[in-house]
DNA sequence: CATAAGCCTTCCAGTCACTGGAAGGTCAAG
DNA sequence: CTTGACCTTCCAGTGACTGGAAGGCTTATG
């Protein structure tokens, strides 16, 4: 399996794929002519980082859970902090996210939006 | 009012300031010395800056929105569609990770969190 | 046999908005 | 005169890729 169908199987851009093994999460064997070669094992890896990164794991997260699904003698708990974590991470920047918009939504509303210079959100933004 | 004295009345770290400099948003004056001076409309973009970094908007909507608050013969109705491009960027970000909330949230009150190896988070990132 | 296409490789640079650190100049106080 | 707190510029790194250049391999076609 080369780079090309092994990223149509996993959707990741071979770029990305590339990347992978750039920083040590895959390690594919290679052909005499220096292509790669992709077994299930590499393919399963990448399905599961695809997987992961699409919860929005970082690349760190993405190595331990990775290093714990290799792994049978695993204990969920483990697995399960490293979900949290990044559980409550995802909560802040939505907190975040939100605390943003709903300010904005309310100086949009107070916006007029036509051709005259006189604007709430530019009065929030100088904090006048 | 030199650098550090901004950056305590803006909130801005001195760093910020310069790379702010750098890629033209303020232009401060110099000294003889060569440190940098800040005038009232300096520190007025500054503050203008910091407030509007934190409500999320990228650094090429806050060039706009300072030529725009700069700009006495402005309409109101160009700011407000730069917040409402904004709007709906965060509303993008904020249903993706609540997706992602969603999901993570499932599959770790599904994780029994104990020390033996079955873990639904893991069969999930493995669709198995 | 030449060539064209469609793969593959590596390496370098850019993204965004800073941030850290090095190396060195300036200024006020003791 | 030295200490310490400022200030300056410049270079490199962050995360997770992404784009592009330059060139090698493979297969099909004229």
Redo the contacts with the bound molecule.
């Keep these: 399996m080369?780079?090309?169908?092994v990223?149509r199987a996993t959707g990741?851009?071979?770029?990305?794929i590339?990347?992978?093994?750039d920083i040590g999460l895959i390690t594919?064997a290679?052909?005499?002519?220096?292509?790669?070669v992709f077994r299930d094992t590499d393919q399963h890896k990448l399905a599961f980082?695809a997987r992961a990164?699409s919860l929005g794991?970082?690349?760190?997260?993405?190595r331990d859970l990775l290093t714990l699904y290799t792994d049978q003698d695993r204990a969920s708990a483990d697995v399960k902090a490293i979900a949290q974590e990044h559980l409550s991470e995802i909560d802040s920047k939505i907190a975040a996210l939100q605390s943003m918009r709903d300010t904005l939504g309310e100086l949009v509303d107070a916006c007029a939006g036509d051709n005259r210079p006189d604007c709430p959100i530019l009065k929030d933004l100088a904090r006048q």
């Design positions: 080369n780079i090309a169908e990223s990741l851009p071979a770029k990305t590339r990347y992978y093994e594919p290679r052909q005499e002519n220096g292509y790669r980082l990164r794991f970082g690349i760190d997260a993405c």
